[in-house]
């Protein structure tokens, strides 16, 4: 074996992000779950976006299994080596390739490997992170641009063009600001919007435990952070004092959490992504 397959062989297997990382600070944080959610809300409102998730089931269908996926890919792609985020990065472009949409206006046919598309999921998911990340004080603007830079080369792995990803938040703001005429909110996403506030559950769940009253709540903090032009289009109140009274749920929710131990806080996901790290 040549000194040039070792290099390779020592990149695949070296971590995708420092244990020090920008992304492993924030993706490890208890409010990652509301940042996930608001990633999903706001996604939906971007027509060709939400017209392929419906064609394929919308988030009514199995939206646990669809969380779940979601969950273990970011997990993935944050504490797994440069191989397999590679391999998880693969396989999500394999699904996109085969599967198509319809645009709801002019009856286009289109694949969702769109950079379009994957860039506009991407710019969700990270603009939800930092904003959330940025809320409880866990990151200042400087932080935030650390970790926009960070989620470059994940992008890039999707099938994200490079030179359309923002790296800082002025960049972000940008992005949002110049997508925003496009976006609508299809009967489909308000469906999706009531389907993650009310998953189904077990009925025992339901009744013999507070998890439906937690989700419906978690849900509903979810769309409270949403920006203001997102939560107009959800026709929700846009009162002067939302984004307050929101910030000060979420960081009371984080100290709580906090409190919980990270063997019974941390999903299943993250614990695998570290007992592999470990391994």
Not at 91 to 99: C, Y
Not at 109 to 137: I, K, M, N, T
Not at 161 to 172: G, H, N
Not at 251 to 274: C, D, F, I, K, Q
Request: net charge neutral; hydrophobic share 45%; with cysteine.
């Amino acid at each position: 074996m040549d000194a040039g397959t070792d290099d390779a062989g020592e990149a695949g297997a070296a971590a995708m992000f420092a244990p020090d990382s920008v992304t492993r600070l924030i993706h490890e944080d208890p409010v990652f779950a509301v940042a996930g959610l608001r990633a999903l809300l706001l996604q939906a409102l971007h027509p060709r976006a939400m017209a392929a998730v419906a064609a394929h089931g919308g988030f009514e269908a199995d939206p646990w299994g669809r969380l779940t996926r979601t969950t273990e890919f970011v997990a993935t792609m944050t504490w797994g080596t440069v191989d397999e985020a590679g391999r998880a990065a693969a396989r999500v472009r394999g699904i996109h390739r085969k599967l198509r949409g319809t645009d709801p206006f002019t009856g286009e046919e289109y694949r969702l490997d769109q950079p379009d598309l994957l860039l506009w999921v991407h710019c969700c998911e990270v603009g939800s992170f930092v904003d959330l990340a940025r809320r409880v004080g866990l990151v200042d603007r400087d932080g935030a641009a650390a970790y926009l830079q960070e989620q470059v080369r994940p992008a890039v792995m999707v099938g994200v063009r490079e030179a359309d990803v923002p790296r800082d938040l002025r960049q972000l703001d940008e992005y949002f600001r110049t997508v925003r005429p496009q976006l609508a909110l299809l009967p489909e996403a308000a469906a999706g919007a009531r389907a993650l506030a009310v998953p189904p559950m077990p009925g025992w769940v339901q009744w013999l435990t507070p998890a439906r009253v937690a989700w419906g709540g978690l849900t509903g903090l979810a769309l409270s952070t949403l920006p203001r032009w997102a939560r107009r289009m959800y026709r929700l109140p846009g009162l002067p004092t939302t984004d307050l009274v929101a910030t000060t749920t979420v960081r009371t929710l984080r100290t709580v959490a906090l409190t919980v131990p990270a063997s019974v806080r941390e999903g299943p996901a993250l614990r695998a992504a570290r007992e592999r790290e470990a391994a």
